[in-house]
Nanobody, 126 residues
């Protein structure tokens, strides 16, 4: 059974950068499409960005009508069984619990991934 453990969350200031990591264990990360989701207080969980097994495809979610493309970057490091999420300039509305997800099928990971991490909270103060 694959396990996902996120790290890197915490309290940051608006305008700060973000780097979250997710360690994959129990199976090789290269077998999975990987994704980051987030859930803000009082809102549904939403996909931030997903990446295919070979890294050649990415899917960006939308938040309040705005695409996550250009604000968040995903990278995978299969040599270390890890995936990372980056953002250059956070906003208070980015406050959420961020979750790592994995699925063997890239075409369903943005909707219903099979595996989830426990999440790491990110709070952005203004």
């Amino acid at each position: 059974q694959v396990q996902l453990v996120e790290s890197g969350g915490g309290l940051v200031q608006a305008g700060d950068s973000l780097r979250l990591s997710c360690d994959v264990s129990g199976d090789s990360s290269s077998a999975f499409a990987l994704a980051w989701f987030r859930q803000a207080p009082g809102k549904d969980r939403e996909v931030v960005v997903a990446i295919s097994q070979n890294g050649g495809s990415r899917y960006y979610g939308n938040s309040d009508g705005y695409s996550m493309r250009g604000r968040f970057t995903i990278s995978r490091d299969d040599a270390r069984n890890a995936v990372h999420l980056y953002s250059d300039s956070l906003k208070p509305e980015d406050t959420a619990i961020y979750y790592c997800a994995a699925d063997r099928n890239y075409y369903k990971i943005s909707a219903s991934p099979d595996h989830w991490g426990q999440g790491t909270p990110v709070t952005v103060s203004s």
